[in-house]
């Protein structure tokens, strides 16, 4: 989470940039949360969840400020790591039967964005599958 007090206003929405660098509003203080998920060669060991400071300073930063020039003197408040749950081939969530075993679904893998998802993926069948 940073801090930005010249930062978009509370009407701005959730950014995802070109870059994949992402921010959107916190609250009305001028706080955001922002991001980066790394490339395949640049992800950390799994066994370590200490926070990259330097990966927001050299990575996350600059695409923020490239796109929005108030947060080129933003100020971090809170940072964290954390797993990024997805499938491998596409990333994005499995919905759907399994194959095997009959009157199972499968409705996972949205890290996040299942509150969001549930309803239209419960939907299709008639049933709540979320």
Known sequence: ????????????????????????????????????????EEEPDTSNLDVDHNYFQEKVWPLLAHRVPAFESLKVKSAWAGFYDYNTFDQNGVIGTHPLIQNMYFACGFSGHGLQQAPGCGTGSGRAIA
């Open 1 to 40: 989470m940073f801090n930005s007090p010249n930062g978009p206003g509370i009407d701005c929405p959730m950014l995802i940039d070109i870059s994949g660098a992402y921010f959107r509003r916190e609250g009305f203080g001028g706080n955001y949360i922002g991001g980066l998920s790394p490339s395949e």
